[in-house]
């Protein structure tokens, strides 16, 4: 069982930036994929962005140019850099890790933005 464990989240001013940072507790090997999903107060759970293992990226359209999703597959940690946050990034900011059939999330971080 893999956990995994986020930090780095909190408040910070609508143009600011933050780095998340998820770490697994194990190495992580095989294919795989890990990524970051947020959830909005009363929205729904929605992906922001993910990689392989072999670093292809996906981000989506709400954060393209402002986020930006790495890995240390070396540290089984996966980061997300987030600049520019604008207040409709507020979220509860979770872990994911995709392998072998079987989806893992940590607990989730609060990233709140002020306007």
């Known amino acids: 069982q893999v956990q995994l464990v986020e930090s780095g989240g909190g408040l910070v001013q609508a143009g600011g930036s933050l780095t998340l940072s998820c770490a697994a507790s194990?190495?992580?090997?095989?294919?795989?994929?890990m990524g970051w999903y947020r959830q909005p107060p009363g929205k729904r759970r929605e992906m922001v962005a993910t990689?392989?293992?072999?670093?292809?990226?996906n981000h989506a359209e709400s954060v393209k140019g402002r986020f930006t999703i790495s890995r240390d597959n070396a540290e089984n940690t996966v980061y997300l850099q987030m600049n520019n946050l604008k207040s409709e990034d507020t979220a509860v900011y979770y872990c994911?890790?995709?392998?072998?059939?079987?989806?893992?999330w940590g607990q989730g971080t609060q990233v709140t933005v002020s306007s």
């Open positions: 194990k190495r992580i090997s095989g294919d795989n994929v």
């Open positions: 994911n890790l995709y392998q072998g059939g079987y989806q893992y």
């Open positions: 990689i392989t293992r072999g670093g292809s990226r």
